[in-house]
């Protein structure tokens, strides 16, 4: 059946629109060297709550090669030099799609797909100006998804036209899906994403008008890619208590924090919140990187899952989804606030 538009501000409005919290499942077989890539599933985990669907990632276009060129917007968001850009491309954390369909006088394009171990991005191009119609930010795309017999892979899934401030209201408008992986999503699998209709804008909690309806089909990979991690297990003074840290996990557009259970029981004690109850510990976010050179990147991304691993509570998880580039091999020092953790 066809995919219901979800207004995340309105399916969870008292909850934080930066925070997925979930819970997750031991950690196990961690790797022991203190630096290390690895390509692996993240520990099984239970999701609590999925609250506003996370920022999205931007396009880019194909280059030579299977080198992408990302394009003005990708680059104002993510702030990344030639050799990250490239990096994205050669692991296929990028992907070029470069599939077109037209039907009912639209023809819908997809470019490229975006995803690591955690996050996944697609981007649309969907091009109505033959059947005469202006797309804005408010109209939306129905469609279906078919992961041939295997179970789907996403937690959470968004999707939208982009807003108006990014694109111009004209007859050509990009379409974003974006997702939070599961943790026993499959290594690999291939995703049929059929598109049915064009809505035009609906009141709250409607559905609008069909504007045309038609048949557009793609066929996407769903896939993993490297990580880069550290083994710490070291304590931190973060947000003013001493905090142990045991590992920080970087993948291409999303990082993990795992932190000792006992630290953060007594830091949730000492701020007087429940992280049971949706509360959050904000300090526990990361704002930033340090370079080794010196050089700082800050509001790096939001945190889109959180939580205990374990029933006995031994390591509280937070991952955050990236939306800068961030080469985590130059990485001395991950900032949290005033305070930081180095490697």
């Given at each position: 059946m066809a995919m219901k538009k979800i207004d995340w501000n309105q399916e969870f409005p008292d909850v934080p629109d930066k925070v997925h919290r979930s819970v997750l499942d031991a950690l196990a077989g961690l790797d022991e060297q203190e630096i290390s890539r690895m390509k692996k599933k993240t520990p099984k985990k239970r999701i609590l709550l999925l609250a506003a669907a996370m920022t999205a990632l931007i396009g880019m276009t194909a280059a030579a090669a299977g080198i992408f060129r990302w394009n003005e917007r990708a680059e104002k968001v993510f702030q990344a030099d030639k050799e990250a850009q490239e990096r994205f491309?050669?692991?296929?954390?990028?992907?070029?799609?470069d599939q077109s369909i037209t039907d009912q006088k639209i023809t819908i394009t997809a470019i490229q797909t975006i995803q690591d171990k955690n996050r996944f991005y697609a981007l649309f191009e969907v091009n109505a100006e033959a059947a005469g119609i202006e797309i804005t930010a408010d109209h939306n795309m129905q469609y279906t998804l078919d992961f041939k017999g295997k179970e789907s892979p996403f937690a959470a899934l968004g999707w939208g036209f982009v807003s108006e401030e990014e694109q111009e209201v004209s007859g050509v408008r990009y379409f974003e899906i974006y997702g939070t992986k599961m943790e026993d999503a499959p290594d690999k699998l291939e995703m049929d994403i059929q598109f049915t209709a064009l809505e035009g804008p609906a009141e709250k909690a409607m559905t609008?008008?069909?504007?045309?309806?038609?048949?557009?089909?793609?066929?996407?990979?769903?896939?993993?890619?490297?990580?880069?991690?550290y083994k710490l297990q070291k304590e931190y003074e973060i947000g003013g208590y001493p905090v142990q840290v045991e590992a920080v996990e970087f993948s291409p557009i999303s990082l993990t924090i795992f932190f000792d259970g006992d630290s953060i029981r007594a830091m949730e004690k000492g701020e007087k919140v429940n992280l049971d109850q949706l509360d959050c510990l904000p300090a526990l976010y990361p704002t930033g990187v340090r370079y080794k050179d010196e050089t700082e990147i800050t509001e790096i991304g939001s945190p889109i899952e959180e939580g205990y691993t374990n029933e006995e509570r031994t390591v509280y998880q937070v991952t955050l989804g990236l939306t800068k580039a961030v080469d985590a091999e130059k990485v001395s020092e991950l900032l949290m606030g005033e305070d930081g953790i180095t490697f």
């Amino acid at each position: 059946m066809a995919m219901k538009k979800i207004d995340w501000n309105q399916e969870f409005p008292d909850v934080p629109d930066k925070v997925h919290r979930s819970v997750l499942d031991a950690l196990a077989g961690l790797d022991e060297q203190e630096i290390s890539r690895m390509k692996k599933k993240t520990p099984k985990k239970r999701i609590l709550l999925l609250a506003a669907a996370m920022t999205a990632l931007i396009g880019m276009t194909a280059a030579a090669a299977g080198i992408f060129r990302w394009n003005e917007r990708a680059e104002k968001v993510f702030q990344a030099d030639k050799e990250a850009q490239e990096r994205f491309s050669t692991e296929q954390t990028a992907q070029k799609v470069d599939q077109s369909i037209t039907d009912q006088k639209i023809t819908i394009t997809a470019i490229q797909t975006i995803q690591d171990k955690n996050r996944f991005y697609a981007l649309f191009e969907v091009n109505a100006e033959a059947a005469g119609i202006e797309i804005t930010a408010d109209h939306n795309m129905q469609y279906t998804l078919d992961f041939k017999g295997k179970e789907s892979p996403f937690a959470a899934l968004g999707w939208g036209f982009v807003s108006e401030e990014e694109q111009e209201v004209s007859g050509v408008r990009y379409f974003e899906i974006y997702g939070t992986k599961m943790e026993d999503a499959p290594d690999k699998l291939e995703m049929d994403i059929q598109f049915t209709a064009l809505e035009g804008p609906a009141e709250k909690a409607m559905t609008g008008a069909v504007l045309a309806e038609g048949n557009w089909d793609f066929t996407l990979d769903i896939h993993e890619s490297e990580s880069f991690y550290y083994k710490l297990q070291k304590e931190y003074e973060i947000g003013g208590y001493p905090v142990q840290v045991e590992a920080v996990e970087f993948s291409p557009i999303s990082l993990t924090i795992f932190f000792d259970g006992d630290s953060i029981r007594a830091m949730e004690k000492g701020e007087k919140v429940n992280l049971d109850q949706l509360d959050c510990l904000p300090a526990l976010y990361p704002t930033g990187v340090r370079y080794k050179d010196e050089t700082e990147i800050t509001e790096i991304g939001s945190p889109i899952e959180e939580g205990y691993t374990n029933e006995e509570r031994t390591v509280y998880q937070v991952t955050l989804g990236l939306t800068k580039a961030v080469d985590a091999e130059k990485v001395s020092e991950l900032l949290m606030g005033e305070d930081g953790i180095t490697f």
